[in-house]
Structure formats: structure tokens, C-alpha cells
């Protein structure tokens, strides 16, 4: 089974067909650690997507359940059959989807007039778990790709024009998770992993392997 | 003219507020630099904030800090002092017209007129460099004791005379926004200089007029929460769409984003749920000098029918049953025997809130109470509901304003 690790998520602008970006920003959400927030325009309505970054997969089911503590509704139920993250909770209508996919919690809701936001958070899942080909205009440069013998996996990753860069680890039958900073692998025998790097104008892919 | 002003400063002791201004800051990101005025910097009232904690000065001698220079060295020692500009205005017109002219400035000043009355004269000794330090004024016919929460202008005219038999002469006039406020704003704000939580004027800018002319705590936070509900429909409504989640209070209080829909941005958009307004209440009150906390009710309690904000019709909210929790601003330790203040919606607040006619009460200063109290539990929860509807004073927290 394939297992994601997500570094340092951010919006461009394109994640959500049909809509524009307006804003994107971190702001401290104290025990929940960074909230990146942000606020997209569609049509006539508004749709705001927050997005958490936990360490692990676990980390970001129990945040995932700390932020559905603020939510009134008894309506808003997990959803099994939309195909959505790793788990999933949807509002009636579709007004609020909040879902955790591998180290992400997303929450997406109509922020005004947008009525439902499930293909908005459909999209956003795809985009975080597409297999996506090297590529684009100006991608970010993968200069160095190293794993130790512990499995930590040490990168050196910049965009030609220095812009933010985020970072999508992927690995098959073992699992991934950010240690003191530091992206780890726990495998039961070696496991290669491909790091993607994504930025503004495109891709890059490398892969890391064991004592590389 | 011969003599400068170069700076005033009304926050110059940080470390009280006994007999001076508090420690404030604009927002998240933008500081209140002291000294609040500087010469070509300040132009207008915005420029030049301070804020005062009425309970907290009581009784005290106020003081300023006042750096002047001048252009004709051979001045040494003068004597400076300032007046309230309005209190000594330039002549009027005469007649019935001059009579509308002043009972129209003197409703302007009982309302938003300067409370820090004039700035008492003491003699300056200029040093060689022609500038001096920041000196220390008094200030004189202070009204901080007889007004209540607000913002106010202070506009100051500024004279200078070297002998004492020499007339007064006007060298400078300077205009201050000065926040009046019940008493030292309560967590999540502080004091600490250079903390993002020192008291944004931002938020005063709103507490202080939702809050207009308060005297007491409980007066202020009844009307900032009246203020909160009644942003309903045009600026806020209650998150049917989303399930009811908090958009503005997740994790911390998104303060700058709630500012921003206030002043006409997107904001985080135009839902909000029982702890984004628990959160927006409690936040606005405490940085007059109230003491609420945001608290549950626990957990999964049937709803009698209410007005949630924003909304024009009796309903359990959004046609749910039940919610599976509640959050309100809430005073001391947040027990049943402890008020609260929902800005999130209205009860029924007649002899039977189950049923209608329904009566609507804005829950504020509403002792939680126990079953059968007829008091605010009563009112939000079915009779089935009232069991599970239980305060979590566990739960009790100030979100930061971030």
C-alpha cells in the first residue's frame, strides 16, 4: 500500500478548478500548530480551504477529530462512499467537508453562496495524491536526494526563482513520517522513495534509496 | 516659530498603567511606536493612538512625555503648556446661530470630546543641541472618571512663553485617538511590550463604539455581544452550510480576518458558529477590561427552538435537533451558577421557551442555571435535552488573537 508524506503544503492557485485563489497565509493556530488558510473565488461564491500539517498520517486523524470537537452539527457525518482522503466527514449539501489525507487535514467550506464544495475537495485530494510526471515551464531543482541507514531522507530542493517549494514523499508497503523536522521511513526492508518536488511552474521527481 | 514639538508620548512607563497610557499595538503585524506623536509623522487623530484604563488610573495624576526643540537659539528657558482646543476655540458666530453652534460642540464633547483635559505649563531648559529629552508633563482637568467606554478625540494646542508676563504664543496644535476603557484589558490580551497580544487598536476601534459610553463590566459585554448579534445578516450568519464549524476560532482567534469582513473584506467568509461568536465576545469585551472566558456545554443536547444569528426564523438550528456542543462567553468558572453571553442566538425568553409564541431574549448577563431554573439551560435545551447539556468548565480558554 502506497503511504504520503506531505512537507510544507501550499496553494499556487490552480488546485481548485474553476476558481481563483484570493488569498493564502499561515496563521498560528496554537495547539493545532500552522493553519494555512486561505480563500478562493468561485462564480459568485467564496471557498475557504484550511489545510494542517501533522507529522503522520496519525498525527492528522487526531487533528482531523480535535477540529470536527468544533462543530456543532450532529449531521456531519463520515462519509464512506465519496471517495475522499483517508477519512473523511461531510455536511449535509455538502457545505462542509473536512478530511485527513495522509499527514493533511483539509477543511473546505463554502465561505459564501458556493453551496457545495465536494468537487473543490475532490479535486484538492486528487491533487495531493496524483502521481504527477516531471515537468513545466520552470520547475524546482532536485540537487541531492540522500537516505541514511536509519531512513531519514535529507533533500536539497530549490526553484530558479527561489519561490516555495512543496514536497511529496511517496513509498510502497512502509510508512513515512516527519521526525524533529526530518522526514523518516519506517520499513520493515529496504523501500525506495520518490520525492517530488512541486512548485510554482512544475515538477521535479528523484528517488531515494536506502544508504543512497 | 521658534519652538518646536517634537514628540509626545502617552505610553511611557510600560511597566504600569496607573499613570499613563497601556501598551497598545494596531494589529498583528504593526506596532504603536512610542512616542504615539511625532512631529511630521502625525497628521491626524488615527496617527496618534493611546489608550486609558479608567479603573486603573482612578484617582492618579496622569503624566505625558513631551520632546521640544528649538529654531531660535537664543531661547533658554520657556514655559510650555497646551490647551483643549475645543474647550478654546476660535470666536463663533453670534445669535440664535452661535447658541446651535455651541450646544452642538458641547454634545460633541460630552459624546467623543477629549477626556484628558489640558497639559499642565511647567518651565523647559533647552540643553545646547536645542532639543530636549523626553520631559514630563502633567496633565490637568482629566474627565477620565466621568465618561464611559468610547474613543475620543483629543486635540491639543500647544503655547510657549518666556517671561510669565509675556502673552502665549501658539507654536503647535496636535490631535490624539484616545481609547477609553473600563479598566487593564483581561487574556488574551497583556501588557508586555512587543507581544502580539498587547491590545490591538483595531479591536478597540470596534469595542470601544459597540461599548460606546459603558460604565461598568457587565454594561460593556451585554453591548458587545447586542454589537456581535446584531452583525447578523449583513456581515455575519449562523454556518448552516458547513455544519456549524468554527471559521474564525479554530485553534486561535483569526482576528485580522474577522476585522477585515468587519471593515468590508471577505474575511474568512460569512459563517460562523456558537464558538466563533463565543470567541469574537468574550475577545472585544476583555480588551475594555471584562473578564469573560470562552466555555462549553457538553455534549449532544436536544434544542428548543432559537434565532441564531443572523437568521429571522424560530427554529432549532439550521432545522438540526441537537447540537453536539455549545460554546458562549461565560463569566468566572464557567458553572450552572455562572452568566453567560451568547451572541450566537436568541432564546425564548418567555414563561415557556419550548413552545411557541416564542419571546426573543438575548442571553446576556443569563445565569446558566440549573434544571427547571427557567434560566439560560432552560431556554436553549429541550426538556429531553436539558440532562446533557452540562458546562465543561475544563474547556474554559481565551483563544490567542492572531
Given at each position: 500500500m502506497d503511504d504520503l508524506l506531505i512537507l510544507g503544503f501550499r496553494f499556487f492557485g490552480h488546485e481548485v478548478p474553476?476558481?481563483?485563489?484570493?488569498?493564502?497565509?499561515?496563521?498560528?493556530?496554537?495547539k493545532l500548530g500552522p493553519v494555512l488558510r486561505s480563500m478562493w473565488r468561485r462564480g459568485d461564491g467564496l471557498v475557504a480551504i484550511d489545510v494542517l500539517e501533522g507529522d503522520s498520517a496519525d498525527d492528522a486523524e487526531q487533528a482531523l477529530q480535535e477540529v470536527l470537537r468544533y462543530v456543532q452539527?450532529?449531521?456531519?457525518?463520515?462519509?464512506?462512499?465519496?471517495?475522499?482522503?483517508?477519512?473523511?466527514?461531510?455536511?449535509?449539501?455538502?457545505?462542509?467537508?473536512?478530511?485527513?489525507?495522509?499527514?493533511?487535514?483539509?477543511?473546505?467550506?463554502?465561505?459564501?453562496?458556493?453551496?457545495s464544495v465536494l468537487d473543490a475537495a475532490r479535486a484538492l485530494d486528487s491533487w495531493v495524491t496524483a502521481?504527477?510526471?516531471?515537468?513545466?515551464?520552470?520547475?524546482?531543482?532536485?540537487?541531492?536526494?540522500?537516505?541514511?541507514?536509519?531512513?531519514?531522507?535529507?533533500?536539497?530542493?530549490?526553484?530558479?526563482?527561489?519561490?516555495?517549494?512543496?514536497?511529496?514523499l511517496r513509498t510502497v508497503e512502509a510508512r513515512l513520517s516527519r521526525r524533529e523536522g526530518k522526514a523518516v521511513l519506517q520499513a520493515g526492508r529496504p523501500a525506495a522513495v520518490t520525492v517530488v518536488a512541486v512548485g510554482e511552474n512544475g515538477i521535479a521527481v528523484a528517488e531515494a534509496r536506502p544508504g543512497s | 516659530m521658534s519652538v518646536q514639538l517634537e514628540a509626545v508620548a502617552f505610553n511611557h512607563d510600560t511597566s504600569a498603567a496607573t499613570g499613563d497610557a497601556l501598551t497598545i499595538r494596531r494589529n498583528a503585524i504593526q506596532d504603536v511606536t512610542v512616542p504615539e506623536w511625532r512631529r511630521g509623522l502625525s497628521v491626524t487623530p488615527e496617527d496618534s493612538p493611546a489608550a486609558y484604563a479608567k479603573a486603573a488610573v482612578a484617582g492618579n495624576t496622569l503624566t505625558i512625555k513631551v520632546q521640544l526643540s528649538?529654531?531660535?537659539?537664543s531661547l533658554s528657558t520657556i514655559e510650555v503648556r497646551a490647551l483643549d482646543a475645543d474647550a478654546h476655540p476660535s470666536p463663533g458666530p453670534g445669535g440664535c446661530l452661535g447658541f446651535i453652534v455651541w450646544l452642538l460642540r458641547l454634545l460633541v464633547r460630552a459624546l467623543v470630546g477629549n477626556p484628558l483635559g489640558e497639559v499642565a505649563a511647567r518651565s523647559i531648559t533647552f540643553p545646547a543641541s536645542g532639543t530636549t529629552?523626553?520631559?514630563?508633563?502633567?496633565?490637568?482637568?482629566?474627565?477620565?472618571?466621568?465618561?464611559?467606554?468610547?474613543?475620543?478625540?483629543?486635540?491639543?494646542r500647544w503655547q510657549y512663553r518666556q517671561a510669565s508676563s509675556d502673552a502665549w504664543t501658539d507654536f503647535a496644535t496636535t490631535s490624539h485617538r484616545i481609547y477609553v476603557l473600563l479598566d487593564v484589558p483581561t487574556a488574551p490580551w497583556v501588557q508586555t511590550p512587543g507581544s502580539s497580544q498587547v491590545p490591538w487598536t483595531d479591536a478597540l476601534d470596534r469595542a470601544c463604539i459597540w461599548a460606546s459610553l459603558a460604565t461598568n463590566r457587565n454594561e460593556a459585554a451585554e453591548k458587545v455581544t447586542r454589537a456581535v448579534y446584531d452583525l447578523g445578516p449583513s456581515v455575519v450568519e449562523y454556518d448552516c452550510p458547513g455544519g456549524g464549524s468554527s471559521n474564525y476560532s479554530l485553534g486561535s482567534f483569526d482576528c485580522t480576518a474577522f476585522v477585515e469582513r468587519l471593515n468590508g473584506?471577505?474575511?474568512?467568509?460569512?459563517?460562523?458558529?456558537?464558538?466563533?461568536?463565543?470567541?469574537?465576545?468574550?475577545?472585544?469585551?476583555?480588551?475594555?477590561?471584562?473578564?469573560l472566558w470562552?466555555?462549553?456545554?457538553?455534549?449532544?443536547?436536544?434544542?428548543?427552538?432559537?434565532?441564531?444569528?443572523?437568521?429571522?426564523?424560530?427554529?432549532?438550528?439550521?432545522?438540526?435537533?441537537?447540537?453536539?456542543?455549545?460554546?458562549?462567553?461565560?463569566?468566572?468558572?464557567?458553572?450552572?451558577?455562572?452568566?453567560?453571553?451568547?451572541?450566537?442566538l436568541?432564546?425564548?425568553?418567555?414563561?415557556?421557551?419550548?413552545?411557541?409564541?416564542?419571546?426573543?431574549?438575548?442571553?446576556?448577563?443569563?445565569?446558566?442555571?440549573?434544571?427547571?431554573?427557567?434560566?439560560?439551560?432552560?431556554?436553549?435545551?429541550?426538556?429531553?435535552?436539558?440532562?446533557?447539556c452540562n458546562p465543561a468548565p475544563a474547556t474554559r480558554t481565551r483563544r490567542l488573537v492572531v
Open positions: 474553476g476558481a481563483r485563489l484570493e488569498r493564502s497565509r499561515y496563521v498560528d493556530g496554537d452539527s450532529p449531521l456531519v457525518v463520515r462519509t464512506e462512499t465519496e471517495d475522499l482522503g483517508d477519512t473523511a466527514y461531510v455536511a449535509p449539501g455538502g457545505g462542509g467537508v473536512y478530511f485527513a489525507r495522509a499527514n493533511l487535514v483539509m477543511i473546505v467550506r463554502d465561505a459564501g453562496d458556493a453551496t502521481v504527477p510526471e516531471p515537468g513545466g515551464t520552470l520547475p524546482p531543482q532536485i540537487s541531492r536526494v540522500d537516505m541514511s541507514d536509519r531512513g531519514e531522507i535529507d533533500f536539497d530542493i530549490t526553484d530558479p526563482l527561489e519561490r516555495p517549494v512543496w514536497v511529496k | 528649538r529654531t531660535d537659539p529629552g523626553l520631559e514630563s508633563f502633567t496633565l490637568t482637568g482629566v474627565r477620565l472618571d466621568r465618561v464611559g467606554v468610547g474613543v475620543r478625540t483629543t486635540r491639543w473584506g471577505v474575511g474568512n467568509g460569512r459563517y460562523v458558529n456558537c464558538s466563533d461568536c463565543a470567541t469574537i465576545t468574550s475577545t472585544f469585551a476583555n480588551v475594555l477590561g471584562c473578564d470562552q466555555s462549553r456545554m457538553e455534549s449532544g443536547f436536544a434544542l428548543n427552538e432559537i434565532l441564531a444569528i443572523g437568521s429571522a426564523t424560530w427554529q432549532t438550528a439550521c432545522g438540526w435537533a441537537t447540537f453536539n456542543y455549545h460554546e458562549v462567553a461565560w463569566l468566572g468558572g464557567c458553572t450552572q451558577n455562572d452568566p453567560v453571553w451568547d451572541a450566537c436568541q432564546v425564548d425568553g418567555d414563561a415557556d421557551p419550548t413552545t411557541a409564541p416564542h419571546t426573543p431574549m438575548l442571553p446576556v448577563n443569563l445565569v446558566f442555571g440549573a434544571i427547571g431554573a427557567g434560566l439560560y439551560r432552560d431556554r436553549l435545551c429541550t426538556p429531553a435535552g436539558r440532562p446533557n
